[in-house]
Structures are given as C-alpha cells and as structure tokens.
C-alpha cells in the first residue's frame, strides 16, 4: 500500500513538473454591496508596494492613483486604501511614438495626438460609464511570487472625475482586463508571465472572489460556450434578448449583450428597463413589499422586517433569463433573484438592473451591459485565444477548493 501511495505522489510530482501551470491566480477581496468593487492586490515598484485594483473586464488600461513628479495628485481621489504611487521621473520616460504607447493609444479611444515637446510622455485620458481618469502611462517593477520580475506598463493616474454621489473608493486604481494589447492580460503574455491570453473570474455573492490570468483549466464540466464576437469595443456573447418569468418583452427588442466586471451593476437599454420594473410590481402587488427609494438603487422594497440577505425575499421575485444568438446558434443565461436584487444595510432589497438611459455614457451604448452583480456566482471564462467566452455556476466563495478542481492537470 505505501509503494503504491509513493507511486501515486511521485506521478503526481512528475505530472506538476512536466506541466506546469502558466496561470496567475489573484484572491479577490470585495462585494457587489457596500464596497461596489472586486478588487485584486499588485505588488508594484521597488521595493514592491501593494495596490487595491478593480478587476475590469470593461477596459484596457490599469492604472494607480499616482502622486505625478509634475502634476502632483490634486485630481487624486482623497483617501485610496495605499498611499498614492510615486513614480522616479525616470519611470515615466515613455517615448510617445514607441510600442508601448501605440499600444494604449490603440486600445483608449480618444488620445490626442502625441506632443512634440513632450515626446517621452505617453499621456492618455481615459473615459468610463461613471467619471474618467487622466495620466501619463509608467513602467515599473510588477512582483508576483513563483515568476520572474518584469517591467510593466500602467497608468500614473493624477486626475480623476467622479460623480459627486461616488462612494468613498475602496480601490487603488483599476486593472484594466479588456483585450487590447495594452490590457492586462496581453501584457502579461508579451513578458511571457504567462502563455495565452485567458481571464477568469469568480465573484462570490458572499463577498471575495477569484481571478485567474493565463492558461489555467477551466471547469471541465457544465460551461456554456460561445463565439466571442470580433466587432466590438467590448467582451461580447451575440444579441441577447431578456425574458422575464419565460416571457418575452414586447416587440422581442434585442441588444449586444457586454461582460463587464468593473460595472457594478447591470444596465438595460430604457425599452426593457421599463417593462421589467412594471412586471416586477405586477408580481408584487400582492404581496408585503412597500416600495421605496435606496440609498445606491432608486428602487427598493422594504418588508415587514428588515432583509438580511437576498435570500430571505428572492422567492418573491421571478427569474430573468438572456437569450444569447451567436454565430452558432443561441445559448442562455439564467439571472435568478439572487443575480438582479441586492440587499442595502438598512435591510431593504433593491433591483439591482439600472436604466441605461439614466446615465449619459450608457445611454449612448445601447448595451445589456452585464455587470459584476448579475456575474455572481458564475465562473466566467474570457478566452481571447480561441475567441470563445465562458460560463458556468460555481460556489465562488470556495476559492482554494475551486483551485484544486481548475489547477489540477489530472
Ligand atoms: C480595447 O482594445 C481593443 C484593441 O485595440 C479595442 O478594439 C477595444 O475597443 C478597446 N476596448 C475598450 C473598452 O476601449
Ligand atoms: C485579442 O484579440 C484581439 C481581437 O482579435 C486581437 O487584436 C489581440 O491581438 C488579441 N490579443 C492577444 C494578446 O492575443
């Protein structure tokens, strides 16, 4: 029996050996609510600092609130988890017209042209669904244990636009995970820190989460796979088309539906938000539930006591459903209660999908914009090498057994 187990652990170690894995794994800490972000730890410079970013499927760039040798950090968010990032003069000596600049150029609409004054600064502004952020792109020293240092591209971000009614940021800038050649995934694989350009997610809706970066397994069994499709801006599955309770909406409106972890929320074109508000209050219109503003959501529901979790009301609410069309037939994306409601500290539950009109950028997108609150609980797989996307349900919350299942090679 024990020359068999030392069989078993040496084929193991030989299995672990021969094949080992090129994926970086990051533990997410954060939640849909309060906190509003998932975010994972970098170490950066040094000696290595470590910085809360906001895992973001929705765009190409990371960037830190940076404390600039010029600018200073007056557009500075006032108080980041870490103090502000301070790059040397010399970490910020990026040639305008060099690779890694046309690479953020690229993949950030909008960069005016490069200075001729100025042509060691790569500036850039970038815009996002709330607010936008400005900065001069750095390169410094990215440590992540078991590989090789490298010198990596981000943003040193000293200005900063949010709306007034922004929350208190709970993050250190954003980890800009869109398939650009500046995101950061590609980057990666150019510094061969990792082999393919692959992403995973897991956000628990208890709060953590995890995030894998390369070529890690995905779950073998029971995921739902569809052509990524090439056009867009953003990681998209095909047209979807919302069910509420297994019924169409009206006229079977169809939209681009978008993956997008950065997004707290999901976002619904005007035309399906306003059906599904009227058919949530048609199913609830007899029962306890009374109607009221939230703090975050400007549609909530109070009880006869104070909600502790989702699941203390989901059973009033009916499941949403995506129908997804891609180029190679249609597949489905059920949104139970617990993936459209969230519940606010003072005990209300709110709807947790928001009218794309109400916010200027979004109402221009015309997008389901699927955000972090609706991708709960799912094991999401964004495979920029085979252009496929990926979902599965996972217990996220299971972060270290969930390695043992995705990591092993067996
Ligand atoms: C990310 O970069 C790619 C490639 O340059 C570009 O097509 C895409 O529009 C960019 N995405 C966003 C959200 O800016
Ligand atoms: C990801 O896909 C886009 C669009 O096809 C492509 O331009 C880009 O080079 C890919 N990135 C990597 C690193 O493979």
Not at 62 to 79: D, S
Not at 253 to 263: H, Y
Not at 298 to 314: A, E
């Amino acid at each position: 029996m024990a020359a068999m187990w030392s069989l078993i652990i040496s084929l193991l170690f030989l299995l672990l050996t021969i094949a080992p894995s090129s994926s970086i794994k990051f533990l997410l800490e954060g939640n849909v609510y309060p906190v509003g972000h998932f975010y994972a730890t970098l170490n950066i410079g040094e000696p290595a600092k470590p910085y809360f970013l906001d895992v973001d499927t929705g765009s190409n760039l990371t960037w830190l609130e940076c404390n600039h040798p010029v600018h200073g950090c007056k557009g500075c968010h006032p108080r980041p988890p870490h103090p502000y990032y301070k790059p040397a003069a010399d970490k910020l000596k990026v040639q305008c017209g060099g690779p890694l600049c046309a690479a953020v150029r690229r993949d950030v609409p909008g960069i005016p042209e490069c200075s001729r004054k100025d042509p060691h600064r790569c500036h850039y502004e970038i815009k996002y669904v709330t607010g936008k952020s400005e900065g001069d792109l750095a390169t410094d020293i990215i440590s992540v244990i078991g590989k090789d240092k490298k010198n990596i591209a981000f943003g040193c971000g000293y200005n900063q636009e949010e709306p007034a009614d922004a929350p208190p940021s709970s993050v250190d800038g954003i980890l800009g995970l869109g398939r650009g050649k500046a995101g950061f995934a590609a980057q990666l694989k150019g510094l061969k820190m990792i082999t393919e350009n692959v992403i995973g997610h897991c956000l628990s809706s208890k709060g953590k989460g995890v995030l894998y970066v390369g070529d890690f397994n995905p779950p073998s069994r029971g995921v739902t796979w569809v052509p990524m499709r090439e056009s867009l801006f953003y990681y998209s599955p095909g047209l979807a088309e919302l069910f509420i309770d297994k019924q169409p909406i009206r006229g079977n409106p169809t939209f681009e539906a978008v993956f997008d972890s950065g997004t707290t929320y999901t976002f619904v074109p005007a035309q399906i938000y306003n059906e599904l508000v009227s058919k949530v209050r048609g199913t609830l219109s007899e029962s306890s539930l009374v109607e009221v503003k939230g703090r975050a959501l400007p549609l909530c529901w109070k009880g006869k006591r104070p909600f502790r979790s989702v699941n203390d009301v989901k059973n009033q609410f009916k499941a949403l459903s995506l129908k997804i069309t891609h180029a190679s037939g249609t597949s489905n994306l059920d949104i139970p209660p617990q993936n459209y409601l969230v519940v606010e500290e003072d005990g209300k539950t709110c709807l947790a999908i928001r009218d794309a009109s109400s916010d200027p950028v979004m109402k221009e997108l015309n997008f389901i914009l699927i955000g972090a609150v609706t991708m709960q609980d799912l094991f999401v797989i964004y495979n920029n090498e085979s252009k496929q996307l990926g979902w599965v349900r996972a217990q996220c919350d299971k972060a270290q057994e969930l390695e043992s299942v995705i990591d092993s090679r067996l």
